[in-house]
């Protein structure tokens, strides 16, 4: 019987939201990704823990007062492997309500089965938002043959996350492993933000090589939101540090990319961005409570 997730978070006891943590491996030991990808990435990153469990993800964060929101990628047909377990993530996160919060995931390249997908581990599990990689999944997520899914989504009322610009995945393999680096272009997410005014999306990451155009996105749109994981701040492009210090103050989030890089260091880099005071709070913990609707719970 599957376990259903129920938020337990004590919002006064956490410092911050990490929008952005990797399961990559489930309780039966089955990664989330191909052996060959997955060494390629962990090169990429020099990453030291790369598969903790659930588990351990919430010892990290709870010993630092933070929340995390954790997920894997359905890739399934693009990479013909078969994804880690939804359920099992679920079930951990919900043994550690007080730290975690659990994102679904659905291989849009499925059709109506993703569909049907969303509506399970939504309704029936509990998740409180969607994780997508168009690049990893292999699809143009401004397709129409994939708005049956965002209509769904938009229905359900939870924020999604995309990946963009540059890819560890494929990183340093002949041809990328076929991984094509332009169905991660934040512009293919401007018609979905368009054409779904009630969708939240979220940007995953910044989006070199793509950064103005995923900063005038969010500039734009009221439903667009970017995360900051898969880079130490201290390399932010120029031009994503000095909009977050005003007009997109609130629209961005604090996001590591953990196990790939740990909070400590990206917190450590990010206490010498020059950022004022009131942003800080709003980027690391307030932005996130209103886009994952804590604030409502």
């Keep these: 019987m599957s376990v259903r997730y129920e938020p337990g978070i004590d919002l006064e006891s956490i410092t911050a939201?990490?929008?952005?943590?990797?399961?990559?491996?489930?309780?039966?030991?089955?990664?989330a990704m191909p052996e060959d990808l997955f060494e390629a990435s962990a090169a990429y990153f020099k990453s030291q823990e790369r598969t903790p469990s659930v588990d351990?993800?919430?010892?990290?964060?709870?010993?630092?007062?933070?929340?995390?929101?954790?997920?894997?990628?359905?890739a399934r047909t693009a990479l013909g492997h078969e994804p880690n377990s939804i359920?099992?993530?679920?079930?951990?996160?919900?043994?550690?309500?007080?730290?975690?919060?659990p994102f679904g995931s659905v291989d849009p390249r499925t059709g109506a089965d993703a569909v049907v997908g969303a509506r399970y581990q939504a309704n029936?599990?509990?998740?409180?938002?969607?994780k997508f990689h168009p690049s990893l999944q292999g699809f143009d997520?401004?397709?129409e043959e994939f708005y049956p899914l965002w209509t769904a989504l938009e229905e359900l009322g939870l924020p999604c996350i995309f990946h963009t610009g540059q890819n560890g995945m494929g990183a340093g393999l002949p041809g990328g492993r076929g991984i094509k680096l332009r169905y991660s272009n934040p512009l293919l997410l401007d018609d979905l933000a368009a054409d779904f005014p009630g969708l939240t999306i979220i940007m995953a990451h910044p989006s070199v090589p793509w950064q103005d155009e995923a900063n005038s996105i969010a500039t734009h749109k009221a439903n667009v939101f970017i995360d900051l994981s898969g880079w130490s701040p201290k390399y932010f492009p120029g031009s994503l540090v000095k909009l977050s210090n005003?007009?997109?103050?609130?629209?961005?989030?604090?996001?590591?990319?953990y196990p790939l890089i740990t909070p400590q260091k990206w917190l450590g880099a990010f206490a010498d961005l020059p950022?004022?005071?009131?942003?800080?709070?709003?980027?690391?913990?307030?932005?996130?409570?209103?886009?994952?609707?804590?604030?409502?719970?």
């Design 124 to 130: 029936e599990l509990g998740v409180r938002g969607f």
């Design 141 to 143: 997520p401004a397709r």
């Design 17 to 31: 939201i990490d929008m952005h943590v990797h399961v990559e491996v489930d309780d039966c030991g089955h990664k």
């Design 246 to 257: 005003n007009i997109l103050s609130t629209k961005v989030l604090f996001g590591t990319d």
């Design 87 to 101: 359920e099992d993530l679920v079930a951990g996160a919900a043994r550690n309500n007080d730290v975690l919060i």
């Design 275 to 297: 950022l004022k005071d009131e942003v800080r709070p709003l980027i690391l913990k307030d932005n996130a409570v209103r886009v994952l609707g804590l604030d409502q719970a």
């Design 56 to 74: 351990r993800i919430a010892e990290v964060y709870r010993e630092a007062r933070m929340a995390a929101v954790l997920f894997t990628v359905d």
